[in-house]
């Protein structure tokens, strides 16, 4: 694949595939991965554990490309080294990035986290009341082909959905009774595609897509991010501000995608799924067929190209 394969690169792919599918400008969806991002900022904000705790960045600042906040990949990917930036700005000025530094997960944010999950019967045995307690309803997680070229589109992810709503059936409830999402956010398209999945707006809803304030201003990726989501949604659940919360992990290039549903409330059934309701890996997903040589004619679906 001519060495296409990075996150910058993938991410970028899927970005701009989901713009096109659903009709977006350019313009149009980097303003609202800016808008999404800086909620994401305002929440990390007040987080503190967040690296960037007490600091908000605003629409403009996370929208706009310059030497602070380098291009780093377009509907079209750019790799822009810092002898480039002058000319970044230049194309910018005609062009809308997708995905800025300030919209990429920052991966060398060191972060550590711990849960502790036991039975019923030893939490009260260790005097923990019955209102503190916080129930793991249920998950789900698979993953789509290794290979990216091998999937049947780059605007959607049958991994992350049949996650989603696998969770969700074994926890024995639908998607209007989530309360409170945290959707993993290496790059916005993830977010986004979960949002449209989930049916709720992507920026500007009343259901929030991340306690912790995403990858780029809580911290992550590769660093532990979805653990802290689960203790952050236990905290959140605990204190009685929403009674159901789904959290979301994605890995590897839009690859694995596995999703926990936590309540305050114990489950309806009494019982809880004992093994993962889904395969490891998807096998049953129609893809194009893969031509090694290039002949006759063809539709481009999305592209992708890095300057140095």
């Not at 997708?98 to 036991?118: E, K, R, W, Y």
């Amino acid at each position: 694949m001519h060495q296409v394969g990075t996150p910058i690169h993938v991410y970028a792919l899927y970005e701009n595939a989901f713009r096109a599918h659903y009709g977006q400008s350019m313009q149009a969806n980097h303003e609202e991965s800016a808008r999404l991002y800086a909620a994401f900022s305002k929440v990390a904000q007040h987080n503190e554990f967040a690296w960037n705790e007490g600091k908000a960045d605003t629409v403009e600042v996370i929208g706009t490309v310059g030497k602070k906040n380098r291009m780093v990949c377009f509907p079209c990917t750019y790799t822009v080294l810092d002898k480039l930036l002058d000319r970044a700005d230049i194309l910018t000025s005609r062009l809308h990035a997708t995905d800025p530094l300030l919209m990429n997960a920052f991966n060398t944010v060191n972060l550590a986290s711990a849960i502790i999950l036991t039975s019923t019967t030893f939490a009260q045995s260790l005097g923990i009341p019955a209102s503190q307690w916080i129930y793991p309803l249920g998950g789900a997680g698979t993953q789509d082909a290794d290979e990216f070229w091998n999937r049947p589109n780059f605007h959607s992810s049958p991994s992350l959905s049949r996650s989603i709503d696998a969770s969700l059936r074994v926890s024995g409830i639908e998607k209007q009774d989530v309360d409170v999402l945290d959707i993993y956010s290496c790059f916005p398209v993830v977010p986004k595609i979960a949002a449209r999945h989930l049916g709720v707006p992507i920026t500007g809803g009343q259901t929030r897509l991340s306690l912790l304030g995403g990858l780029t201003s809580f911290g992550g990726a590769g660093n532990n991010y979805s653990t802290h989501a689960l203790t952050a949604m236990t905290r959140y659940l605990r204190q009685g501000k929403a009674t159901t919360g789904l959290v979301l992990c994605n890995g590897g290039m839009m690859t694995s995608q596995y999703a926990v549903v936590l309540s305050n409330t114990p489950p309806t059934k009494g019982v809880y799924p004992l093994e993962n309701p889904l395969p490891p890996q998807l096998t049953d997903v129609a893809t194009p067929d893969l031509a090694l040589r290039a002949e006759g004619h063809a539709v481009v679906e999305v592209c992708v190209f890095e300057t140095m």
